[in-house]
């Protein structure tokens, strides 16, 4: 089992926390992260993964499933197979495929080196026909599942997972609730939880130095784990130039405090910050450091938001068809897209502007994580 005691990279004042409480706190978190990760999913989703993984050159290490549908959905009346959000047509899926190497990307030689510079590479990819068929037999009115699929490294991952990256993404999503759809083998899936440990301490680390409208240094109730997450995820928004509601970091705790409050306790303690319920206190000087880092994340936020989106005009395959499903989706006006379009799209944008410049665009917020599936490499024709 991986050793998840590791330090973060600014100087912390363990308090009175022995090594072997450390190694054991950071055990439970990998513990507890390979018990998340591995809950049932719906068959449909595992489907979806297999047919995902059929079109890599190389078997990737995992397939993630992650956004609002891998939360615990709250239970009600409704619940059952029946009822499942995740076979909700009208939503996008979010998974994120980790590869052992760059020989394991998709694409393209300049998608490839895109995805060397600037990961991950996203795709947009639509269920294959013949898994819809076998899911909906029978059934006229059913549509086929979409999703939004990211591709990544197992190095570009554990590097962005770290305290010391200026990339917020990976280790704020991944700190969240997700869930291991596929995996070649148990070694495999250890390799998968282990990054995950990596995001969720990184998350733990900025939580404790990020300064809390009102910093509680004592036993703490479930109301104050919820306060130092949504602090973080607040900056982390904020980091990553997304639009979201002033209630959005807490409606990701929803149901799910006593959770986040585990996994927090289990981190800070692995990395040496809490010994019987209470907090180790940041030097002065050590949040100082701490906050000098964090306005370089916020000014690389821009760099990296700008950059991913026009890096997107060019690696966003099926991107042409999953811009006109959502204008669908909020509109109900359905437009048409040309071969040249989708083959060529960075060409072909001012002409598909133009045609779009009345559609009535929604701009509210829809999500940041989505819910969706395409057995050839999405945007194939």
């Keep these: 089992m991986p050793d998840h005691s590791t330090k973060p990279p600014f100087e912390t004042k363990p308090f009175n926390t022995s090594l072997d409480a450390q190694v054991?706190?950071?055990a439970g978190l990998y513990e507890e992260i390979s018990r998340e990760i591995t809950q049932p999913v719906p068959?449909?989703?595992k489907a979806f993964a297999q047919g995902i993984v059929e079109v890599f050159p190389k078997p990737p290490v995992g397939v993630l499933f992650y956004g609002s549908l891998a939360r615990p959905q709250a239970p009600g009346p409704s619940a059952g197979a029946a009822a499942d959000p995740a076979l909700d047509p009208s939503g996008v899926l979010d998974f994120y495929v980790v590869v052992e190497s760059t020989d394991g990307l998709l694409g393209s030689a300049l998608e490839r080196k895109a995805a060397r510079v600037l990961p991950p590479n996203v795709y947009y990819w639509e269920e294959?026909?013949?898994a819809f068929e076998a899911r909906t037999?029978?059934?006229p009115a059913a549509q086929p599942l979409r999703a939004k699929v990211a591709v990544i490294t197992v190095d570009d991952f554990r590097a962005r997972c770290r305290p010391s990256s200026l990339d917020t993404t990976l280790w704020a999503r991944f700190s969240q609730p997700c869930r291991l759809v596929w995996a070649p083998s148990e070694t495999a899936a250890a390799s998968v939880a282990s990054l995950l440990c990596e995001a969720v301490l990184t998350a733990a680390w900025w939580a404790f130095i990020l300064p809390t409208p009102s910093q509680a240094q004592q036993w703490f109730s479930a109301q104050d784990w919820a306060a130092f997450w949504r602090?973080?995820?607040a900056h982390t928004y904020k980091a990553e130039l997304r639009v979201e509601g002033a209630d959005r970091s807490a409606s990701l705790l929803a149901g799910q405090v006593g959770r986040y409050g585990h996994m927090l306790l289990l981190a800070w303690m692995a990395l040496g910050l809490l010994h019987e319920g209470k907090l180790s206190t940041p030097a002065p000087e050590q949040r100082q450091a701490a906050l000098e880092q964090w306005g370089h994340i916020m000014r690389a936020g821009k760099v990296l938001n700008g950059s991913r989106l026009l890096k997107a005009l060019f690696t966003f395959r099926g991107g042409v068809d999953y811009i006109l499903w959502k204008i669908h989706r909020h509109t109900g006006q359905v437009?048409?897209?040309?071969?040249?379009e989708r083959n060529h799209p960075l060409l072909g944008l001012p002409r598909l502007l133009w045609r779009l410049r009345h559609i009535p665009f929604m701009h509210?917020?829809?999500g940041a994580q989505g819910h969706?599936?395409?057995?050839t490499p999405p945007g194939a024709n």
């Excluded at 437009?335 to 040249?340: L, V």
């Excluded at 969706?372 to 057995?375: S, T």
């Design 24 to 26: 054991a706190a950071g």
């Design 43 to 45: 068959p449909a989703l």
């Design 128 to 130: 294959p026909h013949s």
């Design 137 to 139: 037999f029978g059934n």
């Design 231 to 233: 602090n973080l995820y």
């Design 335 to 340: 437009i048409p897209a040309s071969d040249f």
């Design 364 to 366: 509210k917020n829809t």
């Design 372 to 375: 969706g599936g395409q057995k």
